[in-house]
């Protein structure tokens, strides 16, 4: 728990969102049907969130305290707190339960919101700025929201002094330095630093069934059965389907010169140079 | 219940008590406790002044016909409206016509009542004026106040934000206000002829699959759109809208957070999404001075250089220029792909590009699947023969 | 995923993004890397088979193989000296240093700060016992140690040698004994590195005694017990050689299987042609066969049970396995292997490492054919 510097104790309790993704990277699509191909796709720790992983630790290393790394998913989601042990957090809180499938981003937030609340005061919570499966960009604010606390949103660089969380972040047309009250919450983006690889004696000892993992279902956090998963979900998907990739391409041929000079014909035709 | 209590917050002052309408709310052991005559109205919720009450009142299932209009939320930047907030007009004018209701623009900010008028030329019929010395460019805490309140009184069956960095900040915060959903970066919208719900069509797993998203029970319905995709209406001088003041209730909380400075200089500004041609260069551009190369035929063409995540990892770019699913989604009218193999990452950035050119040594690229023209070659030999010809054209003229 | 998957996982990241790219210009430098080196015990690598007490990751055969393997994969020199640090160069100290030792020494060297070495090898003969001729004199109060190391992994840029030596030839098997001689100690003299074929980014050197005085507790063990001590960990040498073994010829097989899709002649990637279609499925047969051979042999291992034929089998196996893939993939780069811009030259040279540390192939087929019964 933070208290103010000036009595001597600046401990900082943070609070690490992580989510397991699918490595998109590994994703490809079948030449043939166009689809994607997900067979053998490794699940990873989302790539934001381990440098969202990175600035928590690194926090409180400069100030003592503790890190926890709460994520919401599957059971098999306890390899990416695992890691998160690895790398360095003190515990971890898996939030997965049937009924928390299916939810989008409103209900995620209430999710971890409630788990954040029920882990008891927090100075900080740090996320990545977005997940690569889903792209939405959206938990960040609305755990905010939900906890109501103010929102660092694309940090690059984080350090708290005087009882403020004082960061940079990315905009659109430079660098902009903000002061917050704390509680707050932070996404990072991957600007923000290297993420440290795991300690291995760290990473194994998260496989003891000792380990400082807990798992939480619904009735630990006191969610609202009506609020959570698919149910507690305001959005739903109606259809997918794959954007059609197929357009006439024209193949050049030929040295190179000859490629050049039929490409800038074809630029000019189409009125592009 | 989608009302209750934090009891960690409460601080026993009452106020609650005598908000609620329906007398749901007593004391106990000091602290408030909200019983099962409550309906969610979330008047509590605005009565108090620790925060402790919550809500998530609309996650419930909402009266649907009890919300109309379409919003768009405009954004300003250094004090002027961005293209991105016209294009947001002219898609909600689509959507306001498929519903038969009226199309109306948000506008809050310190000083923003001159931008009335815009709104009407390019197809509002409503302006929704909320101005406050609070509400500065790019904070999202007063400006979600603003919003929400207004939502919360006019009813909007459509919020639309344009996918900016603000946009794409400040919606989520809204909607969680609201207890409402939203879809992110959409790049097409409509209105599904039966139900009247809002069909909101955005990539997923960076662009290979498309999703339509909808909230049948929830409203208002909200979505962040994608600048650059939607088409801005000509300006239709003389056009009128009713132009309404919205009253402003900032609070101190509002201003949690400050900016101590910004340092225009230390990023040169690109953006990318209005560059009309990119030249992009990836893996086998191999070097920052092998983007030399790229760069001189950016100038030849009055284009931007980009390139993909690895250019930037490798520090061959800054990045500002990235494009995709990380970095930036272009849709300029020409993409000049160099060295590029074309992980979908990449691609959902700039497959919305209208003309592609692919330049690559390896036939079996995913980047020539999307290229208009595919040159199966060594960018280090083609390209600067793509420049000699280009100049030789342009001494021409 | 379990904690094998997850190790190897995380190793393999590691390989990925911060060896692989490297690996070419370490061995072009022929240089210890002193930075990876230290950012390898970051992770905690070096103490990985010791106990969780001790700070270790308690590993068994099969995880510590694992991690050689992947090490393997990115730099036969880095899996070296790592191998050396955790295995041979550490091991008799932590078992039995006393604990001002392990506190001295075991302790640093897991946190980088200290380089270990393991002196085996004289000019006379590596695997044969009776070539020892480096001796160690008990005196009154001190061990007085004299003779002539050579092939000594780490040798010039450890700080601490475990070395093994002669104490009575009288007692034949029972004379030998390991004893722990810091560099500082006088008498220690360290040749310049070899110039070498493979493995150019571990440094290796002989490592002379002139009558280093020691104390009598850096003797490892009861008096007499070197052989015994050597003996038990003949198995886990030869396993994990096998390891590493299987990380070089998986590394011979990505890059030429890579290079078969992107190479073309004639018109065609040469991965089309059968002439290559079936030297990369020989070389993924047989590494398919190393793999179960070497975690077959661990598994057994790790349950307690005898496997010196399985480690020896393994060792031959995929050593040899390696040194052919290694050979196929010169053949598929054509003339790029000769060029030490690509990986296939390393690969090739790297391998001949491999036939040597851990007992030469025919040695392990004699060993092979007594377990045999012959």
């Known amino acids: 728990m933070y208290r103010d510097a000036r009595l001597g104790v600046a401990e900082l309790d943070v609070i690490v969102l992580v989510k397991q993704v699918p490595n998109t990277a590994e994703v490809k699509i079948d030449p043939r049907t166009g689809t994607l191909m997900r067979e053998g796709v490794e699940s990873i720790i989302n790539p934001d969130d381990l440098h969202a992983l990175e600035a928590g630790l690194r926090l409180r290393e400069s100030h003592g305290g503790r890190v926890t790394a709460v994520s919401m998913g599957p059971p098999q989601a306890m390899d990416a707190l695992r890691e998160a042990l690895g790398m360095g957090a003190d515990a971890a809180v898996l939030l997965t339960d049937r009924a928390f499938a299916g939810a989008d981003t409103l209900a995620t937030s209430y999710t971890l919101g409630k788990c954040i609340r029920k882990l008891g005061r927090f100075d900080l919570v740090v996320a990545g700025h977005q997940a690569i499966d889903g792209d939405t960009a959206q938990i960040g604010p609305q755990v905010a929201e939900y906890l109501d606390v103010p929102q660092v949103i694309r940090a690059t660089r984080l350090e708290v002094r005087d009882g403020e969380l004082h960061a940079e972040r990315t905009h659109e047309d430079g660098v902009e330095a903000v002061r917050c009250a704390l509680p707050a919450l932070v996404t990072v983006t991957r600007e923000a630093n290297k993420p440290r690889y795991p300690y291995i004696p760290r990473l194994m000892a998260a496989f003891d069934p000792n380990a400082p993992i807990k798992t939480w279902g619904p009735k630990d956090i006191g969610a609202d059965e009506r609020l959570i998963g698919l149910k507690g979900s305001p959005t739903q998907v109606q259809k997918t389907f794959t954007p059609k990739l197929e357009k006439k391409v024209e193949k050049l041929s030929g040295q190179p010169a000859e490629m050049a000079r039929a490409l800038v014909g074809r630029l000019k035709e189409r009125r592009l140079a | 219940m989608a009302v209750w209590v934090e009891k960690d917050d409460c601080a026993g002052c009452e106020t609650c008590v005598e908000a609620c309408p329906l007398g749901a709310i007593s004391m106990r052991d000091g602290l408030a406790i909200i019983d099962e005559k409550c309906n969610s109205c979330g008047a509590c919720v605005e009565s108090c002044s620790t925060g402790a009450i919550k809500s998530d009142a609309a996650a419930a299932k909402a009266d649907t016909s009890q919300y109309r209009d379409v919003w768009i939320v405009a954004e300003t930047r250094h004090g002027r409206v961005r293209p991105c907030t016209l294009e947001l007009l002219g898609c909600g004018r689509g959507l306001a016509n498929a519903l038969d209701q009226r199309l109306c623009a948000v506008l809050a900010g310190k000083e923003v009542k001159g931008f009335a008028a815009d709104m009407a030329e390019h197809g509002a019929d409503v302006v929704y004026v909320m101005e406050d010395a609070g509400l500065e460019e790019g904070r999202t805490l007063p400006h979600a106040r603003a919003i929400t309140d207004a939502a919360r009184e006019k009813k909007p069956a459509v919020v639309l934000f344009s996918a900016t960095p603000f946009g794409r900040e400040l919606a989520p915060r809204v909607s969680r206000r609201l207890g409402t959903g939203l879809t992110a970066d959409c790049t097409e919208l409509g209105i599904d002829g039966a139900t009247k719900n809002l069909l909101q069509t955005r990539p997923a797993w960076g662009g290979n699959l498309m999703a339509t998203i909808y909230s049948p029970d929830s409203r208002p319905q909200m979505s962040t759109v994608r600048p650059g995709v939607m088409k801005a209406l000509p300006r239709e001088p003389g056009r009128k809208a009713d132009i309404v003041g919205l009253k402003v209730n900032l609070k101190a909380e509002d201003a949690r957070l400050q900016v101590v400075e910004l340092k225009k200089g230390l990023r040169k500004k690109v953006d990318l999404t209005e560059a009309k041609i990119i030249v992009s260069g990836g893996n086998g551009v191999g070097s920052k001075e092998g983007f030399k190369l790229l760069e001189e035929l950016a100038a030849v063409l009055g284009a931007e250089v980009a390139g993909t995540r690895i250019a930037v990892e490798e520090g061959w770019i800054t990045a500002d220029r990235q494009v995709g699913q990380t970095g930036q989604s272009v849709c300029p009218d020409l993409y000049i792909a160099c060295g590029i193999s074309g992980a979908i990452q990449h691609r959902s950035g700039m497959a919305g590009a209208k003309t592609i050119v692919a330049i690559n040594t390896d036939p079996n690229a995913p980047i020539f699947q999307i290229a208009d023209i595919a040159v199966n070659a060594d960018l280090f030999k083609v390209v600067p023969e793509l420049i000699a010809a280009l100049r030789a054209r342009g001494d021409e003229c | ?374």
């Open chain 3, 1 to 374: 995923m379990n904690s094998e998957e997850m190790l190897r996982r995380t190793i393999a990241k590691f390989v990925d993004n911060e060896i692989i790219p490297v690996a070419n210009d370490l061995d072009e430098k022929e240089t210890f890397p002193r930075d990876l080196f230290k950012r390898l015990a970051g992770m905690g690598l070096y103490s990985i088979r010791y106990p969780k007490e001790a700070g270790g990751s308690a590993a068994d055969n099969t995880h510590f193989c694992i991690m050689c393997e992947e090490l393997a994969r990115g730099s036969m020199s880095v899996a070296a000296f790592t191998a050396m640090q955790c295995l041979m160069g550490t091991d008799f100290l932590f078992k039995y240093g006393t604990p001002e030792l392990r506190e001295r020494y075991w302790r640093p060297a897991m946190r980088g700060e200290k380089v270990a070495a393991f002196c085996l090898t004289e000019p006379g003969g590596g695997t044969d016992l009776a070539a020892v001729t480096t001796t160690a004199r008990k005196s009154a109060d001190d061990v007085v140690i004299t003779g002539y190391k050579t092939w000594v992994t780490n040798g010039p840029v450890a700080d601490f040698y475990t070395v093994l030596c002669q104490t009575d030839r009288s007692k034949g098997p029972k004379g030998f004994g390991f004893f722990f001689v810091p560099r500082d100690t006088p008498g220690v003299v360290v040749t310049r590195k070899f110039s070498k074929m493979g493995t150019r980014a571990t440094e290796i050197s002989e490592v002379i005694f002139r009558d280093a005085h020691v104390p009598r507790e850096h003797q490892f063990g009861p008096d007499g017990s070197g052989a015994a001590l050597l003996n038990s960990k003949l198995e886990e040498i030869r396993v994990m050689t096998a390891a590493l073994s299987l990380g070089l010829a998986r590394a011979a097989f990505d890059a030429s299987l890579r290079y078969a899709n992107e190479r073309e002649a004639f018109g065609r990637p040469i991965g089309k042609y059968q002439a290559i279609q079936m030297k990369l499925a020989t070389m993924a047969t047989e590494i398919e066969a190393s793999r179960l051979m070497i975690y077959d042999c661990t598994r057994r291992m790790d349950r307690g049970i005898p496997a010196m034929k399985e480690a020896s089998m393994a060792k031959y196996f995929a050593s040899e396995a390696a040194c052919r893939a290694a050979d196929e993939c010169t053949r598929i780069f054509g003339a790029y292997a000769y060029s030490n811009e690509y990986p296939a030259s390393r690969f090739y040279r790297d391998t001949r490492f491999l036939l040597y540390g851990g007992g030469t192939s025919e040695i392990l087929q004699v060993i092979i054919a007594k377990e045999l019964g012959l």
